[in-house]
Nanobody
Framework: QVQLVESGGGLVQAGDSLRLSCAAS????????MGWFRQAPGKEREFVTA????????IYADSVKGRFTISRDNTKNTVYLQMNSLKPEDTARYYC?????????????????WGQGTQVTVSS
């Protein structure tokens, strides 16, 4: 049984940093495309970033490029999202996702497994 459990969310001020964690069980993060998505109230779920299991290449949404970094610790079977210079528009519920395909996708429909999410709120 696959489980993705996110943690690390919270209430911060604009300009602060947060690191989200996604602990996986039932799958090995080093063998899956791992992604982060977010969803704000009243909006669709949007792509944030993803990392390839094979090459380690990562892709980012333009809105977070240069501020957010995805990484993984294979020994802990955990994926991280380091978020710096947070802005009020980053406020959303952040979800970890896993895809057993071979191509990095920005579309949520490509991902097979999802966590329950962790809330990030950035005050101005």
């Amino acid at each position: 049984q696959v489980q993705l459990v996110e943690s690390g969310g919270g209430l911060v001020q604009a300009g602060d940093s947060l690191r989200l964690s996604c602990a996986a069980s039932g799958l090995t993060v080093s063998r899956y495309m791992m992604g982060w998505f977010r969803q704000a109230p009243g909006k669709e779920r949007e792509f944030v970033t993803a990392i390839s299991w094979s090459s380690g290449v990562s892709i980012y949404a333009d809105s977070v490029k240069g501020r957010f970094t995805i990484s993984r610790d294979n020994t802990k079977n955990t994926v991280y999202l380091q978020m710096n210079s947070l802005k009020p528009e980053d406020t959303a519920r952040y979800y970890c996702a896993a895809d057993n395909g071979k191509v990095l996708y920005r579309s949520a429909s490509a991902y097979d497994y999802w966590g329950q999410g962790t809330q990030v709120t950035v005050s101005s």
